[in-house]
T-cell receptor
Framework: AQSVSQHNHHVILSEAASLELGCNYS??????LFWYVQYPGQHLQLLLK??????LVKGIKGFEAEFIKSKFSFNLRKPSVQWSDTAEYFC????????????FGTGTQLKVEL | DGGITQSPKYLFRKEGQNVTLSCEQN?????MYWYRQDPGQGLRLIYY???????QKGDIAEGYSVSREKKESFPLTVTSAQKNPTAFYLC?????????????FGQGTRLTVV
């Protein structure tokens, strides 16, 4: 069964530090990959997505993610975080064919300190 | 405006009662999903449906049931068999576009069983 793993459950960084959040998935077929963010008290918001082509995708608010097919990974990065990036981040994987299942990881809670 | 509407926003029920959460979309999307969000566990997939009159169990389907009689509607029933029904429930729909897919989310229903 398809699964999505986010190994970092809680991350605390100082402002201006670099961020990398890991995401690995288990599905062997063609996938669409997403990162969502949920700010405190708010709803899910799409940060970025990968469908095909350039494995390095850029999203909103300076975030980017790299798809490494051989590692089944889609890690999220940001060179310099801000206090306003404090939120929960979710990786999601959609099977591009067959069942069309959309599975989320357990989330990473990021806290950015001033 | 096109979107996904979940109702009600808050729902209180007595233990042992079945309750149905509504999810309606006017986006003409084929695929619809129900998730349960609990702190520290991310979004867990309950049921999903690719087309009308067809649906599949997700990762935590026990104690839940769904129907998909119309493309626009995907109601979720939380039955008395669900051991811990108090949670935040999210409905989503997904459309396939050239090159990939995009998911849209409702505002959620917070169910409290007392």
């Amino acid at each position: 069964a398809q699964s999505v793993s986010q190994h970092n459950h809680h991350v605390i960084l100082s402002e201006a530090a670099s961020l990398e959040l890991g995401c690995n998935y288990s599905y062997g077929g063609t996938v669409n990959l997403f990162w969502y963010v949920q700010y405190p008290g708010q709803h899910l918001q799409l940060l970025l997505k990968y469908f095909s082509g350039d494995p390095l995708v850029k999203g909103i608010k300076g975030f980017e993610a790299e798809f490494i097919k051989s590692k089944f990974s889609f890690n999220l990065r940001k060179p310099s975080v801000q206090w306003s990036d404090t939120a929960e981040y979710f990786c999601a994987v959609n099977e591009a064919g067959g069942g069309n299942k959309l599975t989320f990881g357990t989330g990473t809670q990021l806290k950015v300190e001033l | 405006d096109g979107g996904i509407t979940q109702s009600p926003k808050y729902l209180f029920r007595k233990e042992g009662q079945n309750v149905t959460l509504s999810c309606e979309q006017n986006l003409n999307h084929d695929a619809m999903y129900w998730y349960r969000q609990d702190p520290g566990q991310g979004l867990r997939l309950i049921y999903y449906s690719q087309i009308v009159n067809d649906f599949q169990k997700g990762d935590i389907a026990e104690g839940y049931s769904v129907s998909r009689e119309k493309k626009e509607s995907f109601p979720l029933t939380v039955t008395s068999a669900q051991k811990n029904p108090t949670a935040f429930y999210l409905c989503a729909s997904l459309t396939r576009r050239v090159g990939g897919a995009e998911a849209f989310f409702g505002q959620g229903t917070r169910l409290t069983v007392v």
